[in-house]
C-alpha cells in the first residue's frame, strides 16, 4: 500500500469533523525532527528515548529520515517553515556529518526561511567545542542544554551522565557556537532545598544565557521514579521554590511568557511559540508527533516510537512508518486549543481561535463567559488570555473548554 497523502486522505478517513470546517488561511508551520537515542536513559525521563549502543545507525537513520520527509512533502506542499527544531533523546550524539546532511536535506525540499530559527537540543555530557562549531557552520543557531541542575549530588540522584563542571563547560561552549542558549533546569529534586534550588538558579543566571526552562519534576508513569518513587520536597516547598524562581527571574530581566518559559526581550523560542499559538508542525523520526491544517480538517499524526521500527517502515516505503493519522472531534478542538494557547503569559489574539480551529468564536461564548465570570480569563475582548489566577490554577481554566 502507497503512503495516502493527507491532501488526498478526505475519503479514506471521513473524520467527524469532515466537510464542517472551513479555514480562510494555514497557520504557520514549523518541522520537529526526533532523534531517539539518549547515553542511557534517565531515571524519571518518559520521552520517546532509547539507551544507545556503542555506534549510532547514524546512516539508516538519515535515509529514513529523508524517506519519511519526502513522503510527507504532498501535505505541505508550497508552504513556507519557519522554524527547525532537533530534539530528542540526545541530538547531540550526531556527528557534524550526519547533522550537516539533515540540514542540507530540509533546505533541499522544503521552502525554509532563509533565517528560520533552527535548534538543537544537547545533553552536556556529549558536548565538543569543535562539533558545536561545526553544527552551527551547518546552520544551527539555537541551542537548548539539558543542564537540570548545578548540584553534583542531585545531578548524581537524577542518573545524569555529566557533572557540573561538564554542565558549565557546555554551556561555554554553546553560547560559543551560537549565541543563542537556553538551559533546561529541573526542582523540587529529590532532598533538594530552597537554597539549593536558588543555587543553581544563580548559576544559570551568572551563565549569562537568554533563555530557561524551568520544569517542576513530575514522576510519570512508566519510569523508573515511579517504580522507585525517590523522597521529593513536600508541595509547600516546592511552591516556594516556584515563587522564588518566578520573583527571581523577573528581577533577573526573564519574562515568564509561558508556564515554564522564561526569556529575555527578543529571545523567546519562536518553535514552542508555534505550539502554544496552535500553528502547524510537521513531526519526522521514530515517535514523532505532528499537526497540519487543510482548508477543510486538521490532522494529527504520530510516527512509529521504536528506532528500528520506525527506520524499517520508513525505508520500505508503502508509509507503515505512520502509526496513526487522525482528525481531532470538532469538540475537541476548544479544549486542544486552550490547553496551548492559555499557556502563554499574553495569550493569544481572540480571532486566531476562528482562524485556527475553523469553528466559529460564538460556539464557544457560554464557555468563554464562565471562564472570565469566575475571574479565570481576562475580559479583554481582543484576547484569550488567562488571568492572574486563571494562570495560577490553568488547569480548571483549560477544563471550562471540554466538551
Ligand atoms: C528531551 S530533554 C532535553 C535534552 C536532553 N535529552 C537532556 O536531557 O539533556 C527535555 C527536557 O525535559 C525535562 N524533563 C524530562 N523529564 C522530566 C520530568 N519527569 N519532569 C520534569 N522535567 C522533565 C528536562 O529538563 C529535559 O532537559
Ligand atoms: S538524556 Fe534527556 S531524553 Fe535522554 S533519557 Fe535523559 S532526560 Fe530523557
Not at 530540509?106 to 525554509?112: F, G, I, K, Y
Not at 542531585?154 to 554542565?167: K, N
Not at 532532598?191 to 510519570?220: F, I, K, N, P, R
Request: aromatic residues 8%; glycine residues 8%.
Amino acid at each position: 500500500m502507497r503512503v495516502i497523502p493527507l491532501t488526498r486522505m478526505a475519503s479514506a478517513h471521513a473524520g467527524s469533523h469532515q466537510g464542517r470546517l472551513q479555514m480562510r488561511s494555514l497557520p504557520p508551520l514549523s518541522l520537529y525532527i526526533h532523534v531517539p537515542w539518549c547515553v542511557r536513559k534517565c531515571p524519571y525521563c518518559d520521552f520517546n528515548s532509547h539507551q544507545a549502543g556503542a555506534d549510532l545507525p547514524e546512516e539508516a537513520y538519515l535515509q529514513a529520515l529523508q524517506a519519511d520527509l519526502e513522503g510527507a512533502l504532498p501535505d505541505i506542499w508550497g508552504r513556507q517553515v519557519i522554524s527547525v527544531f532537533i530534539g530528542g533523546g540526545t541530538p547531540s550524539l550526531l556527528s557534524a556529518q550526519a547533522l550537516d546532511r539533515i540540514l542540507a536535506m530540509v533546505r533541499a525540499r522544503l521552502n525554509l526561511l532563509p533565517d528560520a530559527e533552527i535548534t538543537m537540543e544537547a545533553n552536556p555530557g556529549t558536548v565538543e567545542a569543535a562539533r558545536f562549531a561545526a553544527y552551527a557552520a551547518s546552520g544551527v543557531n539555537r541551542i537548548s542544554l539539558g543542564i537540570q541542575s548545578f548540584n553534583d549530588a542531585h545531578l548524581q540522584a537524577l542518573g545524569r551522565v555529566h557533572d557540573s563542571a561538564q554542565a558549565r563547560a557546555a554551556i561555554e561552549i554553546a553560547l560559543r557556537s551560537v549565541g543563542r542558549v537556553n538551559l533546561d533546569l529541573m526542582y523540587a529534586l529529590p532532598g533538594q532545598s530552597e537554597a539549593q534550588c536558588q543555587a543553581d538558579l544563580e548559576t544559570a543566571l551568572s551563565s549569562g544565557v537568554s533563555h530557561l526552562s524551568l520544569y517542576h519534576l513530575t514522576l510519570e508513569p512508566n519510569t523508573v521514579f515511579a517504580k522507585y518513587p525517590p523522597v521529593l520536597p513536600d508541595e509547600d516547598s516546592a511552591a516556594g521554590m516556584q515563587e522564588m524562581l518566578e520573583s527571581r527571574m523577573a528581577q533577573a530581566g526573564f519574562e515568564r511568557y509561558e508556564i515554564s518559559a522564561y526569556a529575555r526581550p527578543g529571545q523567546q523560542c519562536l518553535h514552542n511559540r508555534n505550539y502554544w499559538e496552535f500553528g502547524d508542525y510537521l513531526g519526522i523520526g521514530p515517535g514523532a508527533h505532528g499537526k497540519l491544517t487543510f482548508h477543510d480538517r486538521i490532522v494529527r499524526q504520530a510516527r512509529l516510537k521504536q528506532p528500528q521500527s520506525w527506520i524499517d517502515a520508513a525505508l520500505a516505503g508503502q508509509g507503515g512508518h505512520i502509526a496513526e493519522t487522525r482528525q481531532p472531534a470538532l469538540d475537541e478542538l476548544p479544549f486542544e486549543f486552550m490547553l496551548n494557547a492559555l499557556r502563554l503569559r499574553r495569550g493569544v489574539p481572540v480571532a486566531w481561535f476562528e482562524e485556527r480551529t475553523g469553528i466559529p468564536l460564538a460556539d464557544i461564548a457560554r464557555m468563554m463567559e464562565e471562564a472570565t465570570r469566575k475571574g479565570l480569563l481576562d475580559a479583554d475582548p481582543t484576547r484569550l488570555m488567562a488571568t492572574p489566577l486563571g494562570w495560577r490554577f490553568l488547569n480548571d481554566l483549560q477544563e471550562i473548554f471540554l466538551a
